[in-house]
């Protein structure tokens, strides 16, 4: 069962790659956090192929998908869905809005004023939205995949803490080397690469997937080791907000997915490290003195992580 849930994983990973080139690390992350049950925040400029990342893998999944483009006029209506009176039938009918689907892109988040954000965050947090009253589930496997110009540019509302939590994880994809830009250029001479890809699984292969991941072995010592990294970033002097709880959940979960995609049913204090700033780093809010004198997230995570002590792994059972 491990060995057939490893192959699908490494299959839906090897299919993304036929279209994003170069960037192995961030698509293994980005399957990382749908085989986890998780949301994916890709932060970079315009053109790094953020969109193409989450088309690529809806199509490889077979999952339908969905994309709303933010911008400074969308309504949460526009997200979720609203109520519409029908004349024939004399009554109120819900139209479901592009919320309703398996993987949704949310494009440009952090161009749509805060309330609308706000509209994300039940969907993101229940698998349901709530319209004049009446609460509708959200179709499973569901993942919202959202994209964001960095907060430096015009035009763009920063995500709330509280938003920010609840996305499982955050990626920077960063532009291509010399020979990468090339690659991409030849293999989109007649036709994108996209048009083409076709499905390797199922939906129901996801929620199986997802199913399998919470069955890899977590050792109460790597549990400790996680809780540990969590608090180092909270007592960390160049830190306003530390890693919440819901933190600590993630990088737990994410390690045992990567600890499934790697082929073993144990997590090593290695995956923990692998995963602590894509998981922590968008957690951790460093406070204005010291963002001042350029410290990072990144920074303060590595610094977390040589603070905090490895420990040793015990075989299951023992």
Known sequence: MLEGARERASQIVQNIERVIVGKEKEVELAVIALMSNGHLLIEDIPGVG???????????????FRRIQFTPDLLPTD???????????????????????????????????????????????????????????????????????????????????AQLDRFFMRLHLGYPTVEQEVAIMERQVQSHPIESLEAVCEPADILTLQEEVKRIWVDPLIKLYIARLAEATR????????????????????????????????????????????????????????????????????????RTAVPGVRARGS
């Open 235 to 306: 007592q960390h002097e160049a830190v306003y907000l530390g890693a919440s709880p819901r933190g600590s959940l993630a990088l737990q979960r994410a390690s045992q997915a990567k600890a499934l995609l790697e082929g073993r049913d144990y997590v090593l204090p290695e995956d923990v490290k692998y995963l602590a700033y894509p998981v922590l780093g968008h957690r951790i809010i460093v406070a204005p003195a010291s963002k001042v004198r350029g410290v990072t997230s990144q920074q303060v995570v590595e610094e977390c992580l040589a």
């Open 50 to 64: 953020k969109t193409m990342l989450a088309r690529s893998l809806a199509r490889s999944t077979g999952c339908t």
């Open 79 to 161: 997200i979720t869905g609203a109520s519409v009176y029908n004349q024939k039938l004399g009554d109120f009918q819900f139209r479901p809005g592009p919320i309703m689907a398996q993987i949704v892109l949310a494009d440009e988040i952090n161009r749509a004023s805060p309330r609308t954000q706000s509209a994300l965050l039940e969907a993101m947090e229940e698998r349901q939205i709530t319209v004049d009253g009446i609460s509708y589930s959200l179709p499973r496997p569901f993942m919202v995949l959202a994209t964001q110009n960095p907060i430096e540019y015009e035009g763009t509302f920063p995500l709330p803490e």
